[in-house]
């Protein structure tokens, strides 16, 4: 059988191969920076993938891929913080999935890149907040928007960064609420009509180069301290919260 009968009609083998390449590149980022990569891997598949692709297809990968790096950093997970997380996943998923409307993108990009900013930047919000309670909020809320614009990672990654000291336990706690965030939307998205059977293959390849790629990128993680973590952590939030920014500008000057 020829690989390109196993690929979508919307992709060439060329470009399924280039596809493959930045998810290794992606996930190694993700997994030795904390974040990041998600967002970039979301951007990539934008300029090749069908619009009504984009998403879903992109969250089956990121399912797929922040499981295997959840697998592979499941000692360092901070499990009172998922066991929290997970209700939230559910209720904002079903809120989402409810309502599936248009919602105006440039709202929710910039609250998102408020809120990264000023975690990364502002003033420790009281310990309150990281407790269940606003754990389950703020996955509730990131759940809900990630069905729409898939663009939440920077925000729950930023919240999870607040709770922990620890670089390895970032990467793995913001791994597992992710894949958590994730799971839902192949049943809804299925719901809505998307065939995902056209796209397994690919999203199959995907996951794999993605796993390649986070094992790397653990690897390289052992070189960096936390402090210097901790700053280039933020500095990726920072660069994809203006990012954000500046895609809600450019829609309203449009």
């Not at 670089?167 to 995902?196: C, D, E, I, N, Y």
Request: net charge neutral; aromatic share 12%.
């Amino acid at each position: 059988m020829e690989v390109s009968l196993l690929l979508p009609e919307a992709l060439s083998l060329p470009i399924a191969l280039t596809l493959l390449a930045c998810s290794a590149l992606t996930s190694l980022i993700t997994a030795t920076l904390g974040a990041g990569g998600g967002v970039l891997l979301l951007v990539l598949m934008a300029g090749w993938l069908p619009p009504a692709a984009i998403i879903p297809v992109h969250g089956m990968i990121q399912l797929g891929s922040n499981a295997g790096r959840a697998a592979m950093t499941v000692r360092h997970i901070n499990w009172p913080v998922i066991i929290a997380f997970a209700p939230g996943v559910l209720v904002g998923t079903l809120a989402g999935a409810w309502l599936l409307v248009d919602l105006p993108e440039p709202v929710w990009q910039l609250a998102v890149a408020g809120f990264v900013l000023y975690l990364c930047w502002g003033p420790p919000l009281p310990r309150a907040s990281f407790g269940s309670v606003g754990t389950f909020l703020a996955s509730a809320l990131t759940s809900f928007i990630s069905l729409f614009v898939g663009a939440t990672g920077p925000l729950v990654a930023a919240f999870i960064k607040q709770i922990q000291p620890d670089r390895f336990s970032t990467v793995a706690t913001f791994a597992t609420a992710m894949s958590l965030q994730h799971a839902p939307k192949a049943l809804v998205f299925s719901l809505a009509g998307f065939v995902f059977p056209d796209w397994l293959p690919f999203i199959l390849a995907m996951i794999i180069s993605g796993f390649a790629g986070t094992w790397i990128g653990l690897h390289l993680l052992k070189s960096f301290s936390n402090q210097w973590f901790n700053r280039l952590f933020n500095l990726v939030l920072t660069v994809l919260a203006l990012r954000l920014i500046w895609l809600a500008s450019a829609d309203w000057l449009a």
